[in-house]
């Protein structure tokens, strides 16, 4: 094989299973309440192939006939588990996919179930939510795998052509963990770390996500998930008076200490070369700032660069429940080190939220306190109080131990709140291993 000139695969096989290339490929499920649509891909083609599924253990497989990339099973039996898979007309088998028939709020995106091995080279749960808009009624999403101690280092991208009713995968890029998809200058980019705690990274894509270049290095990171490095979430990237930022942080969870970071860049540069990017100095936690929670951790995370009222510039990052963490940062000098400003009383602080500007104030989209079972929009006007404006999705009538739509992004189009949602739902294995990644529109 030649050497990777670029970022996307279609799709990432490890080194050691090459002999699998050209098999079929399953690269999207999204069940329902009694049906399964899904999308694969074989290097012979869709003519001639076939879907194999049952019950979860259960008999014989039936099978259909396929003639299309994209699948759907119909007439199955609600919250039940099935098995599948595709073999193509040269008698090729796909892996052996399982799935879990059952209501969920709102559009699946993508679905793996939590003993479904696919991915077990990164990881086994869908987390990192992304999106964007790309065109009148394109939107391309992403997520990322995960597992506790796994590589974590595989994302994948889709695109809706109906405004989030439908989605199909287009790409995978590897590799890529924690990654912000954003539009610029007519671009798509995606700025995201290598693995838990590695190299921050960002690429391009000039055909609506299908194609990538290979990613640039902004910083080195590490290699190992006990040890510190960059740590961010797929958090805002805001242009703020012709220059982009974003937050990320430095440090990892084993050694519970993160500094707080703001990376930008003038809106007119390459940013693809890494010598255009600022990477300010970090800002370390200090338990003396006034309002710090004692024998808390000493950290705050995944934050939100956001424009003040007054001109300033912010980042509102998670802290601990009912308090966020405001620090400015220095336009005039954006290689200096975030400042403590104070701890804000905030609604969704004990875990990630999303915060909008608009012309009507500000809107932060999240999780009230103290789980993750109810999505929430707040309003501000000051950045500073904060209004519980509507529960956006209400499942705390659900046990909040398996249940959550949690991990917001989010954005604004007129009076409609487009939410992408990392979704913990129908036998998931706990609230925070999701098994969905769901899309939403709200009015507001």
């Known amino acids: 094989m030649n050497g990777i000139t670029g970022w996307d695969y279609h799709p990432y096989v490890p080194y050691n299973e090459i002999y699998r290339k050209g098999e079929p490929y399953i690269s999207m499920l999204a069940p329902s309440e009694n049906a399964l649509t899904f999308q694969w891909q074989s290097g012979t083609g869709e003519n001639g192939a076939k879907v194999f599924y049952r019950k979860r253990g259960e008999g014989e497989f039936k099978e259909q006939n396929i003639d299309a990339s994209r699948v759907e099973l119909t007439s199955l039996e609600q919250g039940a588990e099935y098995e599948f898979y595709v073999q193509d007309k040269l008698g090729r088998k796909s892996s052996v996919r399982l799935f879990e028939t059952g209501y969920v709020p709102g559009n699946v995106i993508n679905y793996l179930h939590p003993e479904d091995s696919a991915y077990e080279f990164s990881g086994r749960y869908l987390c990192s939510p992304s999106i964007v808009r790309v065109g009148p009624s394109t939107l391309i999403a992403s997520c990322d795998l995960f597992k506790s101690r796994a590589p974590q280092n595989l994302s994948l991208i889709f695109r809706s052509d109906d405004n989030g009713k439908t989605w199909s995968n287009i790409a995978e890029l590897m590799p890529c963990f924690w990654g912000r998809l954003f539009v610029h200058k007519g671009a798509l980019y995606m700025l995201s770390t290598s693995t838990e705690y590695g190299d921050l990274l960002i690429g391009r894509s000039d055909d609506l996500g299908r194609t990538w270049t290979a990613p640039t290095v902004l910083a080195r990171g590490s290699s190992h998930c006990e040890e510190s490095g960059f740590h961010k979430a797929p958090v805002p990237v805001v242009n703020i008076r012709g220059r982009l930022y974003s937050a990320v942080e430095y440090g990892c969870w084993h050694k519970k200490r993160y500094a707080n970071v703001v990376i930008s860049i003038d809106e007119n540069a390459d940013l693809l070369k890494a010598e255009n990017w600022t990477i300010s100095a970090p800002a370390i936690f200090d338990l003396n700032w006034e309002g710090a929670l004692k024998g808390h951790c000493p950290a705050a995370i995944e934050g939100n660069i956001v424009e003040t009222p007054y001109g300033g510039i912010v980042n509102i990052l998670r802290y601990a429940e009912g308090k966020s963490l405001m620090l400015k940062a220095d336009e005039q000098n954006p290689e200096k080190a975030p400042e403590f400003v104070s701890f804000i009383d905030f609604p969704f602080a004990h875990t990630k939220f999303e915060i909008m500007k608009t012309e009507k104030g500000y809107f932060a989209c999240g999780n009230r306190a103290p789980r993750r079972n109810v999505l929430s929009l707040a309003h501000s006007d000051d950045l500073i109080h904060w209004t519980i ?51 939403h529109e709200f009015s507001i």
Not at 395 to 413: G, M, R, V, W
């Open 389 to 439: 404006v509507k529960d956006l999705i209400n499942y705390s009538h659900l046990s909040s131990d398996f249940t959550a739509f949690q991990y917001p992004t989010a954005f604004i189009e007129g009076d409609k709140l487009i939410v992408v949602s990392r979704t913990a739902f129908n036998k998931c294995a706990n609230f925070h291993d999701s098994n969905y990644i769901t899309f």
